[in-house]
């Protein structure tokens, strides 16, 4: 076990290279299955949840060689339509398998996934999705059973909630499906449109307008010559700039698309930060010379407020001068930071899925545990801020999306160490 030990506080200045996003690259891993010639990616992060999908791939049946640190190069043999336990447990992301296996073979077998404790988050939709298809689907011993021997037919379909891989595990599935279908009430994240535009690259047509997806189906899918490179994680980004106006200094993030953070980047502006960026040269600038202004948030799916930042705001709102209300209505069970960052000195009153936060100008040093991913990141922030040695216990959370983050903060001036660990409290 190991753990982030981080010395504050500290006024963050420097610039940072955003990774691949996570997020997109994991659906168009998966959408590699159905793909019948070599594909090459580049912008691969190095993530714990990258190299669980890769094992997850390769023990499917996919070839895969390094051709330098950020870009690797697929081909399928014979696959295999099993999606075991013991690697799909890792991640909530490997249930993205199941739509390509099924369009490409007409038949899959993948274990009902795992990933952050951070609500039930159902693969009922992605179910319903497929037997609309025509294939028989059902839940047995841990697997999610499904078959279409005569393959899958296009539908019209509506989510009845707008999920993410829902909608992703959809479109790959009718990419390969006989005939139209359309698919409303999905979800537009860049991620999903990342997805979207490696699949026409490869052959498939596909269309978007509003939260509507109109598919074509086609007979076969094969990948462009050129390499496809992975968008910018907006959620890496995102935190940290939300981690430079918490501490009060300036910093450059490149590789990211401006765009994907525009509700965020407005709000960074009320909440008392400079801001400029630049959507051809992909990159954002922020500074911040105050205590940032208090800023209530309500997440909701993409354009608006993404839940992945919602605990990196709760650490923001932890600090900033007045009284913050934070909503989350995309998971039910994601305010257990909240209790994390009070030990370090955070006023939070908690109800149900939101929490009041009333502002003080330092927080305190503390242990303290990650819950989940995006909670990890969360207390990281805090730290650096807080007066005294923090130690941020279960980090594995942490090394699920944020690559070399020790490194990153050191180049901005953390103290911060990475460390063993005997025991976990």
Not at 69 to 84: D, G, I, M, T
Not at 151 to 167: H, K, M, P
Not at 188 to 208: M, R, T, W, Y
Not at 236 to 248: D, H, K, P, S, Y
Request: overall charge neutral; proline content about 3%; glycine content about 8%.
């Amino acid at each position: 076990m190991q753990e982030l030990v981080i010395n504050g506080p500290t006024k963050w200045h420097g610039e940072v290279n955003i990774d691949g996003a996570k997020n997109a690259c994991l659906p168009i891993m998966a959408a590699l299955l159905m793909i019948d010639n070599q594909v090459t990616l580049n912008n691969i992060p190095k993530l714990n949840d990258i190299e669980s999908m890769l094992k997850l791939l390769q023990c499917m049946g996919l070839d895969m060689t390094h051709q330098g640190q950020k870009l690797l190069s697929f081909r399928a043999r014979e696959l295999n339509y099993v999606a075991p336990y013991e690697l799909v447990k890792k991640m909530r992301a490997s249930i993205l398998v199941l739509g390509p296996l099924l369009a490409k073979l007409g038949k899959a077998e993948v274990a009902l996934p795992g990933g952050c404790l951070i609500g039930a988050r159902p693969v009922d939709q992605h179910l319903e999705f497929m037997r609309a298809l025509g294939a028989k689907v059902e839940i047995k011993d841990g697997l999610v059973c499904a078959r279409a021997d005569n393959g899958l037919t296009g539908c019209q379909y509506t989510f009845d909630v707008v999920s993410v891989t829902g909608t992703e595990n959809a479109i790959m599935a009718a990419s390969l499906a006989k005939g139209s279908t359309v698919i409303d009430n999905a979800a537009i994240e860049p991620e999903v449109i990342a997805l979207i535009d490696f699949l026409n690259q490869c052959g498939a047509k596909i269309s978007v307008s509003g939260m509507s997806v109109s598919i074509e189906g086609v007979t076969s899918l094969k990948a462009p010559a050129e390499s496809f490179s992975v968008i910018g994680d907006r959620i890496e980004a995102g935190t940290f700039l939300i981690g430079a106006m918490i501490c009060q200094g300036s910093i450059l993030v490149k590789g990211i698309c401006p765009e994907h953070l525009s509700l965020v980047i407005e709000l960074m502006k009320k909440a008392g930060a400079q801001v400029e960026y630049s959507s051809e040269e992909q990159w954002i600038r922020l500074s911040m010379d105050r205590r940032p202004i208090a800023q209530s948030i309500t997440t909701e799916v993409y354009p608006g407020f993404p839940t992945d930042l919602q605990a990196q705001w709760m650490a923001l709102a932890c600090v900033a001068e007045g009284e913050s209300v934070i909503k989350e209505q995309i998971f039910e069970n994601r305010m257990m930071h909240a209790c994390e960052l009070m030990r370090m000195g955070a006023k939070i009153k908690i109800s149900s899925n939101t929490v009041t936060v009333q502002g003080i100008e330092r927080l305190r040093s503390a242990p303290v545990m990650a819950s989940d991913l995006r909670a990890s990141a969360s207390l990281v922030l805090a730290a650096c801020q807080a007066m005294g040695e923090s130690v941020i216990q279960r980090i594995y959370h942490i090394d699920r999306g944020y690559a070399q983050i020790e490194s990153k903060l050191q180049a901005l001036g953390v103290k911060v160490v990475r460390k063993e660990t005997v025991t976990e409290n």
